[in-house]
């Protein structure tokens, strides 16, 4: 390039200098005229600038590197530092590092035939019984029918493992055992632990309210290589009815809640009329419905009633066929959780002894206060969800997780989502702002039988949410955020494009390091946990790479 002389333009077409002349007298489109000069100089400047940044920015481009993706390796941790943006958040980066390490960790055949047959209820547990011997215990329900129980024993790498534990527990029997209760339709089965019973509720009809508690024989030789639970010893069955002043209308117990050692009810128990709490042997309503025909449930609405009729179930639950079940049909359209059917309870963190949250078919979920009366309406305060809700779960101290139909799976705080209604004449509010939603979350139809299960940290546990979809799917979330967190073996849960995973559930057994995931595969209750790959060759447990 030319050397620039002062007071001259060097013309790089023309390849030779012109005086700079005055903007006024100079021709108007003059490559020479002073303002045309001033305008091409801060064009130049700001090029130059431009590409003095680029030069700096070359070394800066980081490259897609497969390893920023494994949170195991540390990648993630640092996508901050590096710059990175990606679809998982910083306050995610924990928990997938969980999920992406969760393995396969042995499973429980609890039946051994399985064509079109599924659990569709199950308890895994043990608790502080089971400190000294390390069993874990699980009770499981197939098809809504059979209850069966069976230890769960691990080994040294929290692997379920019969063949170590025929060699630990010599005088144990670790076949799946049939238990005494024949319930047709059994809906839900909860463990009480300050009571030390297994609450058992049925889904057909009948004309008074009925559940079912059994009380697991317990040893008094237990230690280290004898566990606490004695199963299959035939514990009968003890049942608990409650008259209804509605005898000609039919009775449906959709759910069962056992309650937490703080309060003084055992459970709580959601039916097609209303809520009943269970306080030692005595079952009485919590919320009854009002005689108006209009709130009383039309029993096509009711689980199981189609099921029912064309199979002649008419007895009573759990083999007592002296009370018959009604046959009236009253519809059930303008009926809310408070009065009408309860798919789901649950107790509130934040006052678990008094306040449960009670969700159904409508769209509301009731915060009710047990302290309060009915007439003064339960003290009653609503959360209003996008569609009817299949599950409610307490999360954090005033978390609430609703899942549903229509994919809509969302959580809410109770301080600033609710509202209050006295009587059903208000007039219906906009609804609740949820604090977190769940965009992945598939499920566009099933309100019953569809399996899903919270580890709240505030109890210990992960921030995570498991929930199975209807495409036989299961997925992991992050309740923090609500996106869907990734997890190989998880991911890989397939059940047939006619099935659908019923039940699963988090728990930690005892002597286990790590938060498991039980999940109800057919026949087979499966586990996973986080750790590595292992496989048993000779007695001895061989680590596997990934």
């Known amino acids: 390039m030319n050397g620039a002389i002062l007071g001259y333009y060097y013309d790089e077409e023309k390849k030779r200098y012109f005086k700079i002349e005055d903007s006024r007298t100079a021709p108007e489109q003059a490559s020479w005229a002073s303002g045309n000069v001033k305008r091409r100089r801060l064009e130049d400047q700001k090029e130059e600038a431009k590409r003095e940044r680029e030069a700096k920015n070359a070394g800066r481009i980081k490259r897609a590197i497969k390893v920023w993706d494994q949170p195991l390796v540390g990648g993630c941790f640092l996508k901050r530092e590096l710059g990175r943006t990606g679809t998982v958040e910083m306050e995610d980066m924990g928990l997938e590092s969980w999920t992406m390490g969760l393995r396969y960790k042995g499973s429980l055949k609890m039946w051994t ?34 209850l069966k129980s069976s230890y769960i024993p691990r080994d040294d790498q929290d692997q379920i493992n019969f063949g170590y534990a025929a060699v630990r527990y010599p005088r144990t029997n670790f076949q799946a055992n049939v238990e005494t209760a024949h319930a047709p339709y059994l809906s839900s089965l909860a463990y009480h632990a300050p009571s030390h019973k297994m609450l058992l509720a049925s889904s057909q009809q009948q004309a008074r309210v009925t559940i079912g508690y059994l009380s697991p024989g317990l040893s008094v030789d237990s230690g280290e290589n004898q566990p606490a639970w004695r199963l299959g010893i035939g514990t009968p069955v003890t049942c608990i009815h409650k008259d209804d002043p509605y005898p000609a209308v039919s009775k449906t117990i959709h759910t069962l809640r056992s309650a937490p050692a703080c309060s003084s009810v055992t459970a709580v128990v959601g039916t097609n009329l209303g809520i009943l709490k269970l306080h030692g042997d005595n079952l009485s309503w919590l919320t009854r419905c009002p005689p108006s025909k209009k709130h009383l449930p039309h029993p096509a609405h009711s689980r199981g009633s189609g099921r029912n009729r064309g199979r002649g179930g008419r007895g009573a639950p759990f083999g007592n066929s002296s009370h018959q079940r009604g046959t009236n049909k009253i519809d059930n359209e303008e009926a809310r959780p408070l009065h009408g059917e309860v798919l789901s309870l649950d107790f509130l963190a934040q006052n678990p002894a008094e306040v449960i949250l009670a969700a159904g078919r409508s769209n509301d979920i009731c915060l009710l206060d047990m302290r309060c009366s009915e007439h003064q309406g339960m003290g009653a305060s609503y959360i209003r969800h996008k569609c009817s809700v299949a599950h409610v779960r307490s999360v954090g101290d005033y978390g609430v997780l609703a ?57 210990g546990g992960l921030g995570i949410v498991a929930a199975a979809q209807d495409n036989g799917t299961v997925a992991l979330f992050s309740l923090k955020s609500g996106k869907k967190l990734r997890s190989s073996v998880v991911d890989g849960i397939q059940l047939s494009a006619a099935g659908r995973v019923k039940s699963l559930m988090f728990q930690t057994l005892p002597s286990d390091r790590h938060t498991s995931l039980f999940v109800g595969e057919g026949t087979t209750i499966k586990k996973y946990s986080f750790g590595m790959k292992y496989k048993q060759r000779g007695g001895v447990m061989l680590e596997l790479e990934d």
């Open 113 to 146: 035939y399985s064509t079109g047959a599924t659990i569709t209820s199950m308890y895994i547990g043990g608790g502080e019984m089971e400190a000294k011997s390390g069993l874990g215990v699980g009770y499981a329900v197939l098809n809504g029918q059979s």
């Open 403 to 459: 899942a549903g139909p229509r994919s809509s799976m969302a959580m809410y705080d109770v301080r600033f989502n609710s509202y209050r209604r006295n009587h059903d004449t208000d007039p219906t509010p906009v609804g609740a702002n949820p604090v977190v939603t769940f965009p992945e979350y598939s499920n566009e139809a099933h309100m019953l039988e569809i399996g899903l299960d919270v580890s709240d940290r505030k109890d």
